[in-house]
């Protein structure tokens, strides 16, 4: 491993990611859309408040994973994979170069989608907005994290887009939005347990219920810390230097 | 320099279920330019592979530069070109070998890269992202960017597909001078008129060595008059 080299792979990966319009859209504007769309479905209601938090973590999660898996899925479709993996770089520098540059732009999302979100929808938490952009952009590294992983077992572009329905679908079915995680039949709820997604949501409603957070906050994000770096390191793990 | 570059005693290799190389030897001398050629489907492309340490093999040895292939100390002494044109299709020609330059280390990448474009005579593009380019362009942009660590070994995969006879000239007349600096290249071709271009000619079919031989022996033994003579008559005479 080698930290400059880590260095040189985010430049690079930032530098491809600024020139792409849409990708920028996707993880800048579509979120703040969604959030306009929800405030409005929500617009005589409380309920824009109770939902509108967790939603908020949730869509950088999912937009971050189908970008990062993409991303990278190019790498190995171009061939430049197989070139980096002729020069020094190792197989950690590079994964966590990705995580890098892709975590830097998660926390620009978190950054400005939770602004406005706050100023211009009025998006309102028991806890100070520091703590809800703290959840945002953990999520987003998440959803990073696991497209990193995610990618490696897919071969193709096409693959990768295939891969999240089914993987974070379900998540979302279990993550406590639609039925509270309690009160859902005991093995789904040990299955929510271990699911990343899940605490994501804790996460959210303790930011959002609470003025002060952090004891409700602690368990959940250290779940999140543990699936960011199990899912980095089996990222790199999964590289093959040698293949068929 | 006696020692070879490149020592491959037995190299087996099957991918997908399908046996590519069944025991393959070959040496490659130091500061040599070694064409390696055949039939499409001949497994030139996996022994580059193998040299570079990519490719997964079932058994034999690869010793490149004294080391085992895919040593970690070989990978800023060796440069590899693979078939297909692998660079960066949102970036420029320049940033493309830069970035290159940078993981090799090289002290000043800006420079390095400017000179490997300068090289392959595509100073005029270094500014255009790389999927505006024609497809020969894109193949010398990917052949600057494993120049730029000036390697002691080239593993070029099919550098000159696609270009003109004018710039053909111009590429191996660049390898004839990385040549005489010491670099050892494997160079792998399907152009015949190439073939005289090089040191020593290697001619591979179905996994199996029909000739390791240099290009005025090869004509002498099969009493062909080009090099597509000879390679036929050692293809015909391999099938009979
Ligand atoms: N990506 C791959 N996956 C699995 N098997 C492959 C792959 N590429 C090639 N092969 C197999 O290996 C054999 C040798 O292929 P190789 O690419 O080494 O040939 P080549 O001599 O480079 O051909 P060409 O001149 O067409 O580039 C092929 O016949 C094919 O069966
Ligand atoms: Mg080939």
Redesign the pocket.
């Given at each position: 491993m080698n930290p400059r080299l880590t260095v040189v792979t985010a430049g690079r990966v930032l530098r491809q990611v600024l020139r792409d319009r849409r990708t920028l859209a996707l993880m800048l504007v579509v979120p703040v859309v969604l959030m306009c769309l929800l405030a409005w479905i929500y617009a005589d209601g409380p309920l824009f408040e109770r939902v509108g938090p967790t939603l908020l973590t949730v869509f950088p999660f999912v937009i971050m994973f189908v970008v990062t898996s993409v991303a990278t899925l190019r790498e190995r479709t171009s061939g430049t994979l197989e070139r980096l993996l002729t020069t020094p770089m190792g197989k950690g520098d590079l994964v966590l170069g990705y995580a890098l540059a892709f975590g830097l732009l998660a926390v620009v999302q978190g950054i400005v989608v939770t602004s406005i979100s706050g100023w211009l929808l009025g998006l309102d938490t028991e806890a100070s907005a520091v703590w809800l952009v703290l959840v945002v952009v953990a999520s987003g590294v998440l959803g990073t994290s696991l497209g990193l992983l995610a990618s490696a077992f897919a071969a193709t572009e096409f693959q990768a887009v295939q891969l999240m329905p089914a993987t974070v679908l379900p998540q979302f079915l279990l993550c406590g939005l639609l039925v509270p995680r309690d009160q859902l039949p005991r093995a789904l709820e040990l299955l929510s347990d271990v699911l990343p997604l899940s605490h994501v949501v804790d996460a959210a409603t303790a930011v959002a219920q609470q003025v002060q957070p952090r004891g409700d906050l602690a368990t959940p994000m250290l779940v999140i810390a543990g699936w960011i770096v199990v899912a980095l390191v089996l990222g790199s793990l999964t590289l093959r230097r040698r293949t068929? | 320099m006696t020692q070879d570059a490149i020592e491959i005693d037995g190299l087996r290799?099957t991918?997908?279920g399908?046996l590519?190389l069944p025991g393959l030897d070959l040496r490659v001398p130091t500061g040599q330019v070694v064409g390696l050629l055949?039939?499409?489907?001949?497994?030139?492309?996996?022994?580059?592979?193998a040299v570079v340490g990519v490719q997964e093999v079932e058994g034999g040895r690869v010793e490149v530069l004294g080391l085992p292939a895919g040593h970690p100390d070989l990978r800023h002494r060796v440069g590899y070109v693979t078939?297909a044109p692998s660079v960066y299709g949102d970036l420029t020609v320049a940033e493309n070998v830069s970035h290159f330059a940078r993981l090799l280390g090289v002290r000043d990448p800006g420079a390095a890269a400017r000179e490997a474009v300068e090289r392959v005579d595509l100073t005029s593009h270094a500014q255009s992202r790389t999927d505006a380019l024609s497809g020969g362009q894109r193949g010398r942009a990917s052949l600057a960017a494993a120049l730029v660590g000036a390697p002691e070994l080239l593993v070029l995969?099919?550098p000159t597909v696609g270009l003109d006879p004018v710039l053909r000239r111009d590429l191996w007349g660049l390898f004839r001078q990385l040549a005489d600096d010491g670099v050892t290249l494997l160079i792998?071709s399907?152009v015949m008129d190439e073939a005289s271009r090089c040191d020593r000619l290697v001619l591979?079919r179905e996994?199996e060595v029909l000739a390791d031989d240099t290009p005025a022996h090869l004509l002498q033994r099969t009493g062909a008059a080009d090099a597509e003579g000879a390679f036929l008559a050692l293809v015909d005479e391999a099938a009979a």
């Open positions: 068929p | 290799v991918r997908r399908r590519v055949g039939p499409s489907g001949g497994g030139k492309s996996t022994v580059m592979r078939q995969d099919e792998s399907h591979l996994g």
